[in-house]
C-alpha cells in the first residue's frame, strides 16, 4: 500500500472502527467481522493481510477468486467469499474453493451450486454457506432479489443439503453521507427479522468503506472494506 500507512495499520483502523460501533451501540465485541475486498488486488497484498492476522477476504470474480485460491493454497486458514455477482455458469468453478457466496439472488443459482457442491466440493472444505443478496433499494440496474421474493427464496434454499443459508447481504443505493444508508440497512434487519431473526439467518453483510458504523449500528456482522485497508484498486 502506497503512502505513510501499512496494510497492517491500516487493518487495525478498520477494526478499531467496527470494534467502537459494536461498543456504541452495546453489541457484543466481535459480533461484526471485516471482510477485506481484495478484488483486483495482488496476492502480495493478501499474503501481507494474512500475515497481519487478516482470514477473510472478499472477491468479486469467479475467476479471480479461483487464481487467488491457487496461488494462496498454502496459507491454511485462508477463507475466500464470493461477493460479487455469480452467473450460474461459474457455479461449478467457485464451489471448488470459496468458503461462501453471499451475492445468491435467484433459485436456479442457488441450485446449480447445490448440484455442483454435491459433485465437486472438496471434502476438506466446510459445507458451502450461502448468504442471499437483497436489492433492497430495489435499483433496476443492481443484482439481488426484491425483498418481498426473499422468503420464498429462504425456503427453497433451506431444501437444498448441499448448501447452508446463512443470513442476507446488500449494498445500499449510492449515498453522499452514511445517515442516508440507515434505513436501508434497518430495512434489511427487520427482513431478517420477520424471517425468523439471528437465530434462523445469523448473518447480515453489509456495510463498506463509507459506511461502516452505521452498518454495524443496525446490525452488520460482516463489512466489507477494500481501498481503505489496500489503497486504490489497479486500474
Same mark, same amino acid.
Given at each position: ?63 479471480? $477468486? #479461483?487464481?487467488?485460491?491457487? +496461488? !494462496?493454497?498454502? /496459507?491454511?486458514?485462508?477463507? =475466500?467469499?464470493? %461477493? ?68 420464498? $427464496? #429462504?425456503?427453497?434454499?433451506? +431444501? !437444498?443439503?448441499? /448448501?447452508?443459508?446463512?443470513? =442476507?447481504?446488500? %449494498? ?64
Amino acid at each position: 500500500m502506497e503512502g505513510a500507512v501499512s496494510v497492517q495499520e491500516a487493518l487495525e483502523m478498520q477494526k478499531r472502527r467496527i470494534r467502537q460501533a459494536l461498543e456504541r451501540s452495546a453489541r457484543a465485541p466481535g459480533a461484526a467481522r471485516l471482510l477485506a475486498v481484495s478484488k483486483k488486488q495482488s496476492v502480495e497484498a493478501i499474503r501481507e493481510a494474512y500475515a497481519a492476522g487478516q482470514r477473510d477476504f472478499g472477491e468479486n470474480y469467479a475467476q479471480e $477468486l #479461483v487464481q487467488k485460491a491457487e +496461488e !494462496l493454497r498454502d /496459507l491454511p486458514e485462508l477463507r =475466500l467469499h464470493m %461477493i460479487g455477482h455469480l452467473q450460474s455458469n461459474k457455479a461449478k468453478l467457485v464451489v471448488q474453493t470459496a468458503h461462501s457466496i453471499q451475492s445468491v439472488d435467484s433459485i436456479s443459482l442457488a441450485k446449480e451450486l447445490n448440484k455442483h457442491a454435491r459433485d465437486k466440493r472438496p471434502g476438506h472444505l466446510p459445507k458451502l454457506e450461502v448468504l442471499i443478496e437483497v436489492n433492497i433499494g430495489r435499483e433496476p440496474q443492481k443484482h439481488g432479489a426484491l425483498p418481498e421474493d426473499v422468503p420464498a $427464496l #429462504v425456503a427453497a434454499i433451506r +431444501e !437444498l443439503p448441499h /448448501l447452508t443459508l446463512k443470513g =442476507l447481504m446488500c %449494498i445500499p443505493p449510492a449515498a453522499d453521507s452514511a445517515e442516508e444508508s440507515r434505513p436501508f440497512f434497518r430495512a434489511i434487519a427487520e427482513l431478517r427479522a420477520e424471517l425468523g431473526g439471528e437465530a434462523a439467518l445469523p448473518e447480515l453483510s453489509m456495510g463498506m468503506s463509507q459506511d461502516a458504523e452505521v452498518a454495524v449500528e443496525e446490525g452488520a456482522t460482516w463489512v466489507r472494506i477494500g481501498t481503505a485497508i489496500f489503497g486504490a484498486r489497479p486500474a
